[in-house]
């Protein structure tokens, strides 16, 4: 008596939020069976890396991976992991330079400067201490500086932990540590600032990539904007800002900053608060391995691109009326990403004069498109399977909506909350009855179009 057709209940199910529910819901289904082959690769590189720390000393594992579980529980596939090897030396003491006194080369590597100031050189001081087992010839360099006595070479601690590995994996497969099949070290003769391992995931094979780091080498934290983080729980904020940045091999002879630690842990708070924050995270995610990279899964945005752009969409809409439904959420998310793929600039969300797209291998261009085309009409995009009935589509992009997001803006007058109010107004995703916004986001649309007519 209870029976429904089937078709029935796919017709009830047509409207456009219910499309992102069942494609969220769809995209987390069997989600722990994933979580528990990712932990299971996970412990494979753990026994190799337990032997490498057996073998030198230098290279300690890191068991607490807090935030890759975070990051297991957002994502719903995943092609590649890091693995981070933090190096056990004492960070407090040692010398961080944008530039070096004496542009050396080594090994016949050409010693280039690097892009942006999020590079750096890692010294070791002048006055003794703790570091002896850090200036040694494999993985030190000695110049005449008057800053630091030389240089711990990020180059040269890949090749000695790239043989250390390679030993591990054939000692733990030789002691029946590890299975036949559970590794594949044939991508480490390529150049590059991780060390690639191909591990056994469940019924396939996943990328690992195993970085060397320094842990909290500067620190505190500081969030160099006013109101920065505001909205963010106190207790949080805190802890993030207190725990310092960690660096990590870039180039053969520079190490980057990394901010993946204090995104994560902002991130993570949002989990507490009510809306769907992370839910429009971890679905643009499946978007964007589905929709925006190459059928290779290459070239499209960056697990680390979204969270940032969340991060920001998160300061600029406070109000939880902006993310009670989960495609208000995800538009918050789209049209920050859509004016910074325009612009060609994402900046840090911690240091804002940081563009975290340069230095990477990407087509911005194609991807402001693609973006833009699930922005325009997304449910196209959200479709499960064949038998689950689109709603009605309709086209959320116009000519205003590309001169806003195209409009030039030199001095970052367009950057706030107001501005990407206007373009979620013009897409038909602004809601608020807010008086305040409402007439800042009239200013701001007055002073764009005055803009576009003078050009």
Known sequence: DNFVPQHFLLAMDLGPSASWQRYLRSIKSLQHQRIQDLQAAENIVYVILERVNAQDCRFLVDFSRDHVMFEYTMRTFMEEMDMEVPLWVDSSGLVLEEDSEVRYQLDGVPHKQPLGKEYCYLGLPKEEGDFKKWSTEDVFHTIPSSKCKGHVVPGRVLERLKQLVIGAIVYCQQSAMIMPGDVSAVQLNGKGSQIPLKVRCGFRMIQVNIIPVVKRVVGPLKVDRGQSGVHFPKRILEQVTAEGIDIMAATYYHWRYSYCRPVWKFLDSLGNLDGHRLESLCLL?????????????????????????????????????????????????????????????????????????????????????????????????????????????????????????????????????????????KLQVFHSKDSGRIAAMEAVLSKATRQEKNE
């Open 285 to 425: 995610d499946r978007v964007n391995l589905d929709n925006w990279c190459s059928a290779d899964k290459k070239g499209g945005l960056t697990f680390l691109h979204l969270q940032t752009a969340l991060l920001w969409a998160v300061e600029f809409f406070p109000s939880l009326e902006d993310w009670s439904m989960l495609e208000l959420s995800a538009y918050r998310v789209l049209v920050v990403l859509l004016r910074c793929l325009a612009t060609q600039n994402l900046p840090s969300f911690f240091q804002p004069q940081l563009n975290l797209f340069q230095g990477e291998e990407l087509s911005l261009k194609a991807l402001f498109l693609k973006v833009l085309e699930f922005t325009d009409c997304p449910e196209q995009f959200l479709q499960i399977h064949i038998t689950h009935l689109l709603p009605k589509q309709h086209h959320r992009v116009d000519e205003d909506v590309m001169m806003l997001l195209r409009m030039a803006d030199p001095e970052g007058t367009y950057w706030n909350t107001a501005y990407f109010d206007v373009l979620l107004q």
